[in-house]
């Protein structure tokens, strides 16, 4: 029997994204495609919840492990193998089931990113190795709009604004396409983003970083400072890793470093909730705190039956380029 729709799953960290989506491919015959910026690269496993051995053995992942970890990994590469990928499970007869918290990616999927230069990999080095505070003067002068709403703590959306600005000429804040029911694909009606109460949210961050330390995340940062994770401003913004190195340098205590990760972890979750109430597309599911997976994957698989059913393939946006 031909496959009739697919489903997209987002939320913030920790929500319950992964576990539920692992039910729904189970039960109707899926595989799950990761939409997680952080999961494509190869070693960051624990810093990253990346799904276990065991579960991809009771149900086939893709875009897991796909990078090298001193690469760089933009949203028109993440277009490229999640349609490649959700084609092949179709061609199975099998439901993909889109599941991670990269708004980015759910929106160069569902809409596309609009115009943007080429990468340049030489001036995205130029920029990595400008010390931050210079990047942002400059940013501020040339696009004062993305300055004042952009992330100035992430050196990575700072660089990527900067390049299109250089390579352009014009200001970053011009050329990025806003979400509007025009512009989305079939697909989009098809997104449902999953939330939690703010404490039971925060207590099940806290349990996850607690389980990440003592699964060994110190131990495997050792190893991947070793595999050149220091050297990928890139893979350097997962949360718990940069901490971890910053540990490992002597600049902050164990307790201190656990509390940190915590605390950052939880503005992450704000952030991306935040991203996908703003962009208003998805159709959202809360999770009591007490539910089983069980219990909410049948309320999703009713919201499922009532979204419109798409088929069509989907396909690489015009005008979509890598990211700078």
């Known amino acids: 029997m031909t496959p009739t729709t697919s489903y997209y799953l987002a939320g913030p960290t920790a929500v319950g994204k992964s576990a539920l989506a692992l039910a729904l491919a189970e039960d109707l015959g899926g595989e799950i495609i990761s939409v997680d910026s952080m999961q494509v690269y190869r070693g960051l496993d624990l810093g990253t919840a990346k799904p276990t051995a065991g579960e991809r053995a009771r149900v086939p992942h893709h875009l897991v492990d796909v990078c090298d970890l001193r690469a760089a990994f933009d ?75 952009i992330d100035r703590q992430n050196p990575r959306r700072v660089i990527r604004a900067l390049a299109v600005i250089r390579l352009t000429g014009r200001p970053f804040s011009e050329q990025r396409a806003d979400w509007s029911p025009a512009r989305l694909t079939p697909h989009a009606s098809r997104l449902i983003c999953l939330t939690r109460t703010p404490d039971d949210l925060r207590e099940r961050i806290n349990l996850r970083v607690d389980a990440m330390f003592a699964r060994g995340l110190v131990d495997e940062t050792r190893k991947l400072l070793d595999q050149g994770l220091a050297e990928n401003p890139f893979a350097m913004q997962a949360i718990g890793y940069r901490q971890v190195v910053e540990h490992l340098r002597g600049e902050r205590g164990w307790p201190e470093t656990i509390e940190l990760v915590k605390a950052r972890t939880r503005k992450f979750a704000k952030r991306q909730l935040t991203w996908f109430r703003r962009h208003g597309h998805g159709h959202w599911l809360e999770i009591p705190p007490q539910e089983s997976v069980a219990e909410t994957l049948a309320k999703l698989k009713q919201i499922g039956s009532e979204l419109p059913k798409n088929t069509a393939p989907l396909s690489l946006q015009d005008g979509l380029r890598p990211e700078t």
């Open 75 to 149: 949203a028109a590469q993440f277009v490229q193998l999640a349609q490649a990928a959700a084609a092949a499970i179709l061609a199975r007869g099998r439901i993909p089931v889109f599941c991670g918290g990269t708004g980015l990616y759910f929106k160069a999927l569902l809409e596309g990113l609009g115009e943007a230069p080429p990468s340049d990999e030489i001036l995205r080095a130029e920029l990595t190795a400008t010390p931050l505070e210079v990047l942002l003067a400059e940013l501020r002068a040339r696009d004062p709009v993305t300055y004042e709403k």
